[in-house]
């Protein structure tokens, strides 16, 4: 990186939150994303930490003036790569942006600065605003909330309560060209012109670097439980979650597990997975209620609709205790399967279609001489299913065949190649199997328009 950059950003900023060392900036190279699967990182990069928001507005004014690319990074839990640097670039970490800024409790809305993590959020909601909390739990607590909306996350409870798209109701925002604006707000309805908020929500930092977000809240319900149900196939436990949802049961979260994912899992954390004799498919039913009577009805009522599509054992966990359990062993099982898989995938088809999905999965992996172990967030359709190494654990010569077979299976059922993820630059090269010419065209219209210069995280959803 040339000198004069570096000197510039240090007037910005201040030359202790400019990194130019490489074992200061190594660890801002790569997100969550395998190994196997993410972009070399470019190391001819600096990081630099702004803290207020007139700040980030001077350093993108210099990237246009200076010609260098910006990379906004956030928490790096990412699982598509999208804060890799593949050229040399100016890493812009958002850490220092810890501030909650509003609570308005009648509204039930937060709007705080984008480095704040979830697990910051959810902390200060706990102490501070009791009666109030925020549903959406894409997976790591260490997650910053501008790389949550950025990303357009999902998780666990997109079933009941959405996703980001469903939460985010204001960004303060500064553009490529340095302008801070304010899209959204606080209102629930607001018709005027195009609706330029949810552009940014899932462009991955190409359009613009979110400083403020503003979120939608929820009443707290105090009562909770979990319920884990077993099936001998796929496709009874699918038409289990399908009857549960028409009987007019929204649960907080549906989790399908192959009992296979499961036990191995529990194995490695050292937790008893609740269980172990008959079936091949766990359902995993997470209910939240105003009273104990609330939830025991749902359980019972979902009790019986599993009884009738063929369960063979039902467990609910009643105290908080035997809750995480089953949470800790669903929460583990990425890190526990990373050293065996080369790509975990992150396809979602209509839920009227999933047991086509899981049929062509199977046919698919048993064309290859593999097997596909999956979970799923089965009832918004999304599933994240594993290509496999090998034994010796290098990587199949078949990965990227199989992978596009995965892609097109969904496709055809109306479906996504990534539901949460994000396309970033893993999944970049795959957007002509799911968007014809014309509609790429206009998202790199898009882009331009957003950044005409191209400064904002080159190589990252276009070319």
Request: with cysteine.
């Amino acid at each position: 990186m040339e000198q004069k950059i570096i000197c510039q950003l240090q007037k910005i900023c201040g030359e202790k939150y400019v990194y130019t060392l490489s074992e200061d900036v190594k660890r801002y190279l790569y997100d969550e994303t395998e190994e196997l699967i993410r972009p070399q990182a470019n190391t001819d990069c600096i990081v630099v930490r702004p803290s207020t928001n007139e700040e980030v507005a001077q350093i993108l004014q210099t990237a246009n003036e200076m010609n260098f690319y910006v990379i906004p990074r956030g928490g790096g839990t990412g699982a598509c790569g999208a804060v890799v640097p593949t050229k040399p670039s100016v890493i812009l970490s958002m850490e220092r942006f810890k501030n909650i800024i509003e609570v308005d409790r009648t509204g039930m809305m937060i709007t705080a600065q984008s480095g704040v993590t979830l697990y910051e959020l959810n902390e200060f909601l706990d102490k501070e605003v009791h009666e109030l909390y925020f549903p959406c739990h894409p997976g790591d607590e260490g997650a910053q909330l501008g790389g949550l909306a950025v990303e357009n996350a999902g998780g666990v409870r997109a079933v009941k309560h959405g996703i980001m798209r469903n939460y985010v109701k204001g960004l303060k925002v500064c553009l490529a060209s340095g302008e801070i604006v304010q899209l959204g707000g606080k209102l629930l309805k607001n018709n005027m012109g195009y609706d330029l908020m949810h552009l940014i929500i899932g462009s991955e930092g190409t359009l613009c670097v979110i400083l403020e977000v503003t979120f939608k809240l929820h009443p707290r319900l105090e009562h909770t439980g979990a319920m884990v149900v077993s099936f001998n196939n796929a496709k009874d436990a699918i038409d289990c979650v399908a009857a549960v949802q028409t009987s007019g049961i929204i649960p907080l979260a549906v989790e399908y597990m192959d009992r296979v994912i499961a036990l191995k899992t529990a194995e490695e954390i050292g937790k008893p997975w609740p269980l172990h004799d008959r079936g091949n498919v766990d359902i995993i039913y997470m209910l939240e209620g105003k009273s104990e009577d609330e939830l025991y009805e749902m359980a019972e009522k979902i009790d019986m609709i599993s009884a009738q599509t063929g369960a063979l054992t039902c467990i609910i966990a009643e105290d908080e205790k035997k809750q995480k359990v089953i949470l800790d062993i669903r929460s583990a099982i990425y890190e526990v399967f990373k050293p065996y898989f080369v790509d975990s995938l992150d396809t979602a088809v209509p839920m009227c279609h999933v047991n086509d999905l899981l049929t062509d999965f199977d046919n698919i992996a048993s064309k290859y001489g593999t097997t596909t172990p999956r979970v799923g967030h089965v009832a918004d359709g999304n599933f994240h299913n594993f290509i496999l190494r090998n034994n010796d654990g290098s990587v199949p010569e078949w990965a990227d065949d199989i992978r596009r077979e995965f892609y097109e299976a969904a496709i055809t059922y109306g479906g996504t190649i990534t539901a949460e993820h994000g396309t970033g630059k893993t999944r970049k090269d795959y957007m002509t199997m799911q968007y014809s010419p014309g509609i790429l065209s206009i998202m790199k219209g898009i882009k331009n328009i957003f950044d005409p210069k191209g400064i904002l995280n080159p190589n990252c959803i276009l070319d």
